[in-house]
């Protein structure tokens, strides 16, 4: 079966780290394109960072300089390390593969929420 | 930045009606437009890709149309299952998101 499970939330304060993991099954994630997304409580989705299966990646200025994805080609599962959090950090985080060329979102996993709080 | 905006922002509707939902981008975006359906507690859900291609799995009742800045995802005849929020998705120019259209029972 072709999944993603997320796994790496929590409660952090603000200028915490954490980093998040996302291990797939059924399918490779170093050959296909990764993203992460977001989803604040009560709010629409934000896209935060894309791997490409080249290795190039990619941030929305929101989390620039801050956040980093990568993967571990041997675990076959994805991160994002969150650095300097703020509280407008706080929402739940999906991992999704990308069908690639149109960077549509074709498999999600359920989400871990990262809550950013003193 | 590619500016999305979703109207309307909600809509009440019965079983069996014709729904459309459009997704307008700020400026054009040829056919990089994706269409997602979400429900409370779950992950969105990819229903139309490209515009107008369907992804597989999803009901025919669900279609989308449209390019360059003006998009239009139609659900011909709405099912209990269909009450969700709708967004939409551009990836011409990095990836947004519309605010969504929540879509619930009259």
């Known amino acids: 079966e072709v999944q993603l499970v997320e796994s790496g939330g929590g409660l952090i304060q603000p200028g915490g780290s954490l980093r998040l993991s996302c291990a797939a099954s059924g399918f490779t994630v170093s050959s296909n394109y990764m993203s992460w997304v977001r989803q604040a409580p009560g709010k629409g989705l934000e896209w935060v960072s894309v791997i490409y299966s080249g290795g190039s990646t990619y941030y929305a200025d929101s989390v620039k300089g801050r956040f980093t994805i990568s993967r571990d080609n041997s675990k076959n599962t994805l991160y994002l390390q969150m650095n300097s959090l703020r509280a407008e950090d706080t929402a739940v985080y999906y991992c999704?593969?990308?069908?690639?060329?149109?960077?549509?979102?074709?498999?999600w996993g359920q989400g871990t929420m990262v809550t950013v709080s003193s | 930045d590619i500016q999305m905006t979703q109207s309307p922002s909600s809509l009440s509707a019965s079983v069996g009606d014709r729904v459309t939902i459009t997704c307008r981008a700020s400026q054009s975006i040829s056919s990089y437009l994706n269409w997602y359906q979400q429900k409370p507690g779950k992950a969105p859900k990819l229903l139309i890709y490209a515009a107008s291609s369907l992804q597989s799995g999803v009901p025919s009742r669900f279609s989308g149309s449209g390019s360059g800045t003006d998009f239009t995802l139609t659900i011909s005849s709405l099912q209990p299952e269909d009450f969700a929020t709708y967004y939409c998705?551009?990836?011409?120019?990095?990836?947004?998101f519309g605010p969504g259209t929540k879509v619930d029972i009259k």
């Open positions: 998705q551009q990836s011409y120019s990095a990836i947004t």
């Open positions: 999704a593969r990308d069908l690639g060329g149109y960077n549509a979102f074709d498999i």
